[in-house]
C-alpha cells in the first residue's frame, strides 16, 4: 500500500521556470492539500481540494496552480518560479472533513 | 485567519524525563491535531483530538476547546522522540499551523 507518494523527491530549478510538482495517493481520499514549510513559518496551506475538480486557495496560494481532475491526484504547478519559492512542500489527504491527516515525505524544491 | 501559538519552541530533555507542550489557538475550530516531524523530515500524525483526551502508549493529548488549548504529554522520552511537534486546528477547509516545538532528548 503506497499511500501518498510525491515526485519528484528534490528538484532545482532557475527563476522564471514552470515547475510541477506531482501527489498522488492510493486511499480514495477525498481532500488533499498542497503545504509549503519554511524555516521560521511552520507549514502554510497553499491550495486544498475536496473532490475532483473542487478546489480552493489557502494561506499562501499566489504564484501555484493546481487541478484535480481525478481523485487521486492532485498537481501542483509553479507558473514561473521565484527564488521565494524555495521550500520544502508536502501534500497530504484526509478522508474526510474532520479526519486524521496523512503527509507525503515531500518535494525539496531550489529555485536558483 | 486563526492564530495558533505553541510553547515552548525549545525543549531539551534528559532520556526518561517527562514534558508538556502546549498549543493555543485563537477562535473556534473543528478539528485538532498533533504531528511529529522526525530529524529526516517526516510528518507523523500522532492525535486527532478536537476535544477530550486520548491516549497512544507514552503519549497522550488533552483538547479543552472552550478554552482554546490543547497539551501534549510524552512520558520516559526517548531519544526517537526528538524532532519538531506540530499543532494543527482547522476551521472548515483551512488548516493552519503553529510554528512547532523542537524537542531533543539527550541520552
Known amino acids: 500500500d503506497a499511500g501518498i507518494t510525491q515526485s519528484p523527491r528534490y528538484k532545482i530549478t532557475e527563476t522564471g521556470r514552470q515547475v510541477t510538482l506531482m501527489c498522488h495517493q492510493t486511499?480514495?481520499?477525498?481532500?488533499m492539500f498542497w503545504y509549503r514549510q519554511d524555516l521560521g513559518h511552520g507549514l502554510r496551506l497553499i491550495y486544498y481540494?475536496?473532490?475532483?475538480?473542487?478546489?480552493d486557495k489557502g494561506e499562501v496560494p499566489d504564484g501555484y496552480v493546481v487541478s484535480r481532475s481525478k481523485t487521486e491526484n492532485f498537481p501542483l504547478t509553479l507558473e514561473s518560479a521565484t527564488r521565494s519559492q524555495t521550500s520544502v512542500y508536502f501534500c497530504?489527504?484526509?478522508?474526510?472533513?474532520?479526519?486524521?491527516?496523512?503527509f507525503g515525505p515531500g518535494t525539496r524544491l531550489l529555485v536558483l | 485567519g486563526i492564530q495558533v501559538e505553541q510553547s515552548p519552541p525549545d525543549l531539551i530533555l534528559q532520556e526518561g524525563a517527562n514534558s508538556t507542550l502546549r498549543c493555543n489557538f485563537s477562535?473556534?475550530?473543528?478539528?485538532l491535531q498533533w504531528f511529529h516531524q522526525n530529524p529526516w523530515g517526516q510528518l507523523i500524525n500522532l492525535f486527532y483530538?478536537?476535544?477530550g483526551t486520548k491516549q497512544n502508549g507514552r503519549l497522550s493529548a488533552t483538547t479543552v476547546a472552550t478554552e482554546r488549548y490543547s497539551l501534549l504529554y510524552i512520558s520516559s522520552s526517548q531519544t526517537t522522540d526528538s524532532g519538531v511537534y506540530f499543532c494543527?486546528?482547522?476551521?472548515?477547509?483551512?488548516?493552519?499551523f503553529g510554528a512547532g516545538t523542537r524537542l531533543t532528548v539527550k541520552p
Open positions: 497530504a489527504t484526509n478522508r474526510g472533513r474532520k479526519e486524521t491527516q496523512y
Open positions: 486511499w480514495s481520499h477525498s481532500y
Open positions: 481540494s475536496a473532490a475532483a475538480d473542487i478546489t
Open positions: 477562535d473556534s475550530v473543528n478539528n
Open positions: 483530538i478536537p476535544s
Open positions: 494543527a486546528v482547522q476551521f472548515n477547509n483551512d488548516m493552519r
